[in-house]
């Protein structure tokens, strides 16, 4: 609170009188003492927003305090609730634990999270700070003034959080578009990873009270999921009714705790005379289960307008099973399907019908055999949708005709969810590679990074056979355009050419394209011959060093090595040789370097490393872990045994899977955790060998047939 009057006191003090506090959670109230001097900033309302730090880091702070500001009256006329303390603190704090925390009217951040130097950070350092200052600011309403009782509860407080920061961001940078370019990336996709497993659990369950209880509620299911519940609701209530009830819940609820029922209950009288929603029942099925369903869509045989649709719980390991912990609702659904197809294409004002728990069937007015049909509209729903193999075609056919007749986070949904069925069993990856042909003429960076994110699998599976060279060919080629237009010149860059920019060179290089390789070869070799690698950015390190030593030889390599040894290379850059030396494609330096990790005590890592990011470190890391393993097991005990079932990552033969389960029978006298690891890491053996005979032949032959014509870069 403000300082009211100072006085003295005893020779050399000071006695200070704040103005009284209000009503609040205790987990809320901070006390800052520190030398610190600060920059202010006025709101429409006269209310001063402030950020402290020390004197000679402050004008760092500049951006975050003028966002802060910014936001403070964004969040006001959204709701029509002001802000209502009279002052509003950001203080920059060094090695602060969290990113942010929401002290009311006294907001605490580590300071690297929120400072930004333009001309001097990237743009994603402006993205980060704006992002984080935007979430602690909407915490203002959302956790301060209106609380969740327990922590239960939490997605009350972080999940609409998480979404409100988006509309914060979106109002202060308009050219970031982070609705349609940052949202699934950073907050969808990460989310439904996390909850397509058995092991994952409800956003409301009971919370304990040890602390190690509490902390475990604060997880990606809380802020990533409930942000995406939330875009959800204001789907398929509108934004208006939504607003309409979010200002009633935190009117009705000032000062006080709430549960979700006070949410739901506030949105449904909000919405009453409109369309009259339960929103509790609807939100329900979404709150009190785990997980999320997979809506499959298919089109009568008789009826081209007419499709059926079905839900299913959707589990990316089609063996797994949800826990029996948390209790459920049969994992059936309310899911408000959004819906167009090829000659209406209506994304603005979808169809609309609600799934209610169970398969539905949809007239799709218009609708032609020739048409392709497109659900879940601007992936707004939380939910995968599945098409049968025809529409699949048809929706590749109109990204590679005019991909922009489809909207880009529609774009990304196809990329994400055809990729992520695949990798569940429940479609062919070709399905998922012919969306990806249209490719080379995409410009915006969802879809390209969705595609980044979804390549793991296909890469590890593809890179020790023959049809590697065609996938690398392939990609190469459709990478090129986007590379070649962007290059390595980051000045004067905004946030999503700097994204694009940023993927264009990890994939061009990472994928053998001439040019970029030669780029990194240029700045690795200026820092051999000068001992200065100025010219080498932070955020390109990795890749840099990895390719120079990949497409190098011996000297490469040991330049790394003497780097990595020096007692005068900054500890980042000795993170990144640390990897990077295992990039190697030489078999020797492959072997050199995992016996250095061995006698430096690093061999774990070293294994892991050649495993991951050598072309040729499979078979070589894999026997020298089997020659070595007792020795690795003096070393690190039961962490050598997880180190042999990682392993498993890779491996896709029946061959494998034999050498796997023969080193398990030599070793049988392992721990029970050590045993119980191999049987998990020998399931997935088993489904890599799966997804080899659905996908091999078919993508190998695609793969050869799309690269026949293509000119390598």
């Known amino acids: 609170m403000p300082v009211i009057k100072t006085e003295s006191a005893d020779v050399g003090w000071t006695r200070t009188y704040f103005d009284t506090t209000p009503t609040m959670s205790s987990y809320i109230i901070a006390l800052v003492i520190a030398d610190y001097v600060n920059i202010t900033r006025y709101t429409e309302t006269g209310i001063p927003v402030s ?71 990237t743009p994603y350092q402006a993205q980060r700070s704006n992002s984080l200052v ?53 907050v969808l996709y990460p989310a439904m990873n996390a909850d397509s497993t058995g092991n994952s659990h409800p956003i409301v369950y009971s919370v304990g009270t040890t602390s190690n209880e509490i ?34 819940y935190i009117k009705d609820h000032n000062h006080d705790n709430v549960v979700s029922d006070d949410l739901f209950e506030a949105l449904t009288e909000a919405d009453s005379g409109k369309t009259n929603l339960n929103v509790k029942l609807i939100m329900d099925t979404w709150i009190l289960q785990m997980g999320y369903p997979v809506v499959s869509v298919s089109r009568d045989v008789d009826d081209p307008s007419l499709v059926h649709t079905d839900q299913k719980h959707f589990m990316l390991d089609p063996y797994d099973e949800p826990t029996n912990k948390y209790g459920d609702m049969g994992y059936k659904w309310y899911v408000m399907l959004t819906y167009t197809h090829g000659s209406e294409r209506e994304f603005e004002n979808p169809g609309r019908t ?38 699949w075609n048809k929706l590749a056919a109109q990204l590679v005709e005019d991909h922009k007749v489809i909207p880009v986070r529609s774009r990304a949904a196809l990329i994400s969810d055809s990729f992520t069925l695949s990798d ?81 060179i990890n994939l061009a290089c990472s994928h053998g394209h001439s040019d970029c390789v030669d780029e990194c070869k240029r700045q690795y070799t200026h820092w051999m011959n000068t001992g200065n690698n100025s010219m080498i950015r932070d955020d390109t390190k990795a890749v840099v060093y990895c390719i120079s030593i990949r497409y190098g030889g011996e000297a490469e390599w040991q330049f790394a090595m003497d780097m990595f040894e020096s007692k005068t290379t900054p500890e980042d850059d000795r993170s990144y040789l640390q990897t990077s030396m295992a990039c190697t ?63 498993s990552d890779d491996m896709n033969t029946v061959r494998d899977k034999n050498e796997f389960e023969m080193f398990a029978r030599a070793h049988s006298d392992m721990s029970e955790n050590a045993a119980s690891n191999f049987y998990d890491a020998l399931h997935k053996i088993d489904l890599n060998i799966m997804w080899m005979d659905r996908n091999y032949q078919a993508l190998y032959l695609w793969f050869q047939e799309m690269t026949k014509d293509m000119t390598s870069y």
């Not at 475990?216 to 509108?238: R, S, V």
């Not at 005590?601 to 890391?621: F, K």
């Open 51 to 121: 950020v402290w730090a020390w004197e000679e880091q402050i004008h760092a702070f500049e951006y975050a305090v003028d966002m802060a500001v910014q936001q403070v009256d964004i969040f006001t006329r959204a709701w029509g609730i002001p802000y209502t303390l009279p002052k509003l603190d950001h203080v920059a704090i060094p090695n602060f634990y969290f990113s942010g925390m929401e002290n009311w009217g006294v907001v605490l951040y580590r300071d690297t999270r929120i400072s930004y130097e333009p001309g001097i950070d």
């Open 134 to 186: 935007s979430h602690e600011v909407a915490h203002q309403w959302f956790g301060d003034i209106v609380t969740c009782e327990w922590w239960d509860h939490t997605w009350l407080n972080e999940g609409i959080t998480s979404f409100v920061e988006f509309i914060g961001t979106n109002h202060t940078e308009p050219d970031w578009h982070v609705f349609e370019q940052i949202f699934q990336w950073s």
């Open 215 to 248: 902390l475990a509620a604060f997880d990606i299911l809380a802020y990533q999921k409930g942000a995406c519940l939330t875009q959800m609701m204001i789907d398929f209530l509108t934004k208006d009714t939504f607003n309409s009830g979010i200002s009633q």
């Open 354 to 391: 609600w799934q209610n728990r169970g398969p539905v069937s949809i007239q799709l007015n218009g609708a032609t055999a020739d048409d392709w049909f497109l659900f879940n509209i601007h992936q707004a729903g939380y939910y995968r949708v599945k098409y049968e193999n025809e529409n």
């Open 424 to 504: 569940g069993l429940q479609l062919d990856e070709l399905a998922a590679w012919k969306l990806t042909e249209y490719l080379d003429q995409e410009k915006d960076f969802i879809p390209w990074r969705t595609t980044t994110d979804n390549l793991r699998r296909s890469k590890t599976m593809l890179r020790r056979t023959t049809a590697y060279g065609y996938y690398e060919k392939y990609m190469s080629h459709q990478i090129s355009p986007l590379y070649n237009d962007l290059g390595w010149d980051f000045t004067l860059d905004d946030l999503l050419n700097y994204l694009n920019r940023i993927i264009g």
């Open 585 to 647: 494609n030489i078999p020797w330096l492959v072997s050199r370097y995992i016996e250095y990790s061995m006698a430096a005590n690093w061999a774990t890592l070293g294994i892991t490393n050649a495993r991951r990011y050598s072309p040729i470190g499979i078979p070589i890391a894999w026997s020298f872990a089997l020659d070595n393993f007792e020795e690795l097991f003096e070393m690190y005990g039961d962490a050598a045994y997880q180190t042999m079932w990682d392993f």
